[in-house]
């Protein structure tokens, strides 16, 4: 059976899962230019999809594309779901294929994916596998770094692990402000969604996804691989 790779390329790092079919081998996260050339040349895939949150084709990855055949996940490329997003060309890849891999993984009703990183993006695809858009807003530590960067004295919170909900000195109040006010939000983006397409899966994936997974009070799914289930779904649709 082919081996197939799917690459998340991020902002600082990369992540990467290798697939038979549909069923994902391994994993590996937190990986620089040598580190993911190094993995590629070890495993040696027959095909590899790259989505890569900065956009077009990646130099040093060119120098061994002649070994497998590769695709760049971009607005143009067929998907197996229907996107109804009024600028396509605008909506980040990532996006597109954590709806993917929702749809692919949660086919009995229709999924909102919460992923928490550097922003929160909700994106909503029905049970049917039309992609409705979603939200975004700043992420936990976006909160963080802005109230620090925009003023003259608050800190920099690089841990919140606790928080109270009412804080009794300024870095308590900026971390009770930032969880207890980002916990809300997702709570209530939860029930608008409700009000307006019915009952749902509610999927969190991201970097924060553990940190919210018991201060949310829904049922939900955590699943830190949706966008590399995405990818590989979509790379077999394009075979």
């Given at each position: 059976?082919?081996?197939?790779?799917?690459?998340?390329?991020?902002?600082?790092?990369?992540?990467a899962?290798?697939?038979e079919?549909?069923?994902?081998?391994?994993v590996?996260?937190?990986?620089?230019?040598?580190?993911?050339?190094?993995f590629?040349?070890?495993?040696?895939?027959?095909?590899?999809i790259?989505c890569?949150?900065?956009?077009?084709?990646?130099?040093?990855?060119?120098?061994?594309?002649?070994d497998?055949?590769?695709?760049?996940?971009?607005?143009?490329?067929?998907?197996?779901?229907?996107?109804?997003?009024?600028?396509?060309?605008?909506?980040?890849?990532?996006?597109?294929?954590?709806?993917?891999?929702?749809y692919?993984?949660y086919?009995?009703?229709?999924?909102?994916?919460?992923d928490?990183?550097?922003?929160?993006?909700?994106?909503f695809?029905?049970?049917?596998g039309v992609?409705?858009?979603?939200?975004?807003?700043?992420?936990?530590?976006?909160?963080?770094?802005?109230?620090h960067?925009?003023?003259?004295?608050?800190?920099?919170i690089?841990?919140?692990?606790?928080?109270?909900?009412?804080g009794?000195?300024?870095?308590?109040?900026m971390?009770?402000?930032?969880?207890?006010?980002?916990?809300?939000?997702?709570?209530?983006c939860?029930?608008?969604f409700?009000?307006?397409?019915?009952d749902?899966n509610?999927?969190?994936c991201?970097?924060?996804?553990k940190?919210?997974?018991?201060?949310?009070k829904?049922?939900?799914?955590?699943?830190?691989?949706?966008?590399?289930?995405?990818?590989?779904r979509?790379?077999?649709?394009?075979?």
């Amino acid at each position: 059976m082919a081996k197939k790779l799917a690459i998340d390329i991020g902002n600082t790092f990369s992540k990467a899962g290798l697939f038979e079919g549909e069923e994902l081998l391994e994993v590996k996260e937190r990986l620089g230019k040598v580190d993911l050339l190094c993995f590629v040349r070890d495993i040696r895939p027959d095909f590899v999809i790259i989505c890569n949150v900065g956009g077009g084709k990646l130099n040093f990855f060119e120098e061994i594309a002649d070994d497998f055949q590769i695709t760049y996940l971009d607005y143009t490329t067929h998907l197996p779901i229907q996107n109804d997003y009024a600028s396509p060309k605008t909506l980040g890849m990532d996006r597109i294929a954590a709806a993917v891999g929702a749809y692919s993984l949660y086919q009995s009703q229709s999924n909102l994916i919460i992923d928490l990183g550097t922003c929160v993006t909700y994106d909503f695809i029905t049970k049917q596998g039309v992609y409705k858009g979603g939200r975004i807003s700043p992420g936990m530590r976006s909160r963080f770094r802005s109230m620090h960067e925009f003023t003259g004295t608050l800190p920099m919170i690089e841990n919140a692990e606790a928080e109270l909900n009412v804080g009794n000195d300024t870095r308590s109040c900026m971390i009770s402000g930032v969880v207890n006010g980002l916990r809300a939000e997702i709570e209530t983006c939860i029930t608008d969604f409700k009000s307006e397409f019915g009952d749902f899966n509610v999927i969190l994936c991201g970097g924060d996804a553990k940190f919210f997974e018991s201060r949310i009070k829904r049922s939900i799914f955590v699943n830190q691989h949706l966008v590399l289930h995405g990818l590989n779904r979509i790379l077999e649709t394009n075979d």
